[in-house]
T-cell receptor, first 111, second 114 residues
Framework: GEDVEQSLFLSVREGDSSVINCTYTDSSSTYLYWYKQEPGAGLQLLTYIFSNMDMKQDQRLTVLLNKKDKHLSLRIADTQTGDSAIYFCAEIDGRDDKIIFGKGTRLHILP | DVKVTQSSRYLVKRTGEKVFLECVQDMDHENMFWYRQDPGLGLRLIYFSYDVKMKEKGDIPEGYSVSREKKERFSLILESASTNQTSMYLC?????????????FGPGTRLTVL
């Protein structure tokens, strides 16, 4: 079946850039997503990118998509303590429109 | 703002009990989902529904059932709770009209089965 892979943990110093990487398998995905889960809360859509784009920027967030390698990344510039959360990469399953989530990357901010 | 609410934040039940987890959304969304979230396993889809009285199995439906009698409410039922169903349960909803298929999540119910 379709799969989304991402590392489980990332540690970054406050003020540095964070880069969270993800690979996916479904080449027919029309949208790819980054969801954020803060402690004790549900997931919230952070940003998404359409498959015919290779970059999307929104304030401190930059999403890069490499369709050839099926690689998606999320860059957070000037990482702050409020960015501490679990970040889920997700794709749309091209067969049935279900969203497939990765296991989540826990971003830990060092002082 | 879309609001997805879940009936309990924390729940403790005993093995063998019947457990109901309720989810309500207030934005007239057609689609509703139940996931469980476990450390190192991420989110796994249990059941989903695209319409009232309609349900589809997700990736891990065993030991669960669902009910959608009204558009705004989607219930997850554990007929006979077992310890391996101890988990965080997340409900989500999404509208058909959004091309990019955003799902809106509730805050989750942390269920412990003793």
């Amino acid at each position: 079946g379709e799969d989304v892979e991402q590392s489980l943990f990332l540690s970054v110093r406050e003020g540095d850039s964070s880069v969270i990487n993800c690979t996916y398998t479904d080449s027919s995905s029309t949208y790819l997503y980054w969801y954020k889960q803060e402690p004790g809360a549900g997931l919230q859509l952070l940003t998404y990118i359409f498959s015919n784009m290779d970059m999307k920027q929104d304030q401190r967030l930059t999403v890069l998509l490499n369709k050839k390698d099926k690689h998606l990344s999320l860059r957070i510039a000037d990482t702050q303590t409020g960015d501490s959360a679990i970040y889920f990469c997700a794709e749309i399953d091209g067969r049935d429109d279900k969203i497939i989530f990765g296991k989540g990357t826990r971003l830990h901010i060092l002082p | 703002d879309v609001k997805v609410t879940q009936s309990s934040r924390y729940l403790v039940k005993r093995t063998g009990e019947k457990v109901f987890l309720e989810c309500v959304q207030d934005m007239d969304h057609e689609n509703m989902f139940w996931y469980r979230q476990d450390p190192g396993l991420g989110l796994r889809l249990i059941y989903f529904s695209y319409d009232v009285k309609m349900k589809e199995k997700g990736d891990i439906p065993e030991g669960y059932s669902v009910s959608r009698e009204k558009k705004e409410r989607f219930s997850l039922i554990l007929e006979s709770a077992s310890t391996n169903q101890t988990s965080m349960y997340l409900c989500a909803s999404s509208p058909n009209r959004l091309e990019y298929n955003e799902q809106f999540f509730g805050p989750g119910t942390r269920l412990t089965v003793l």
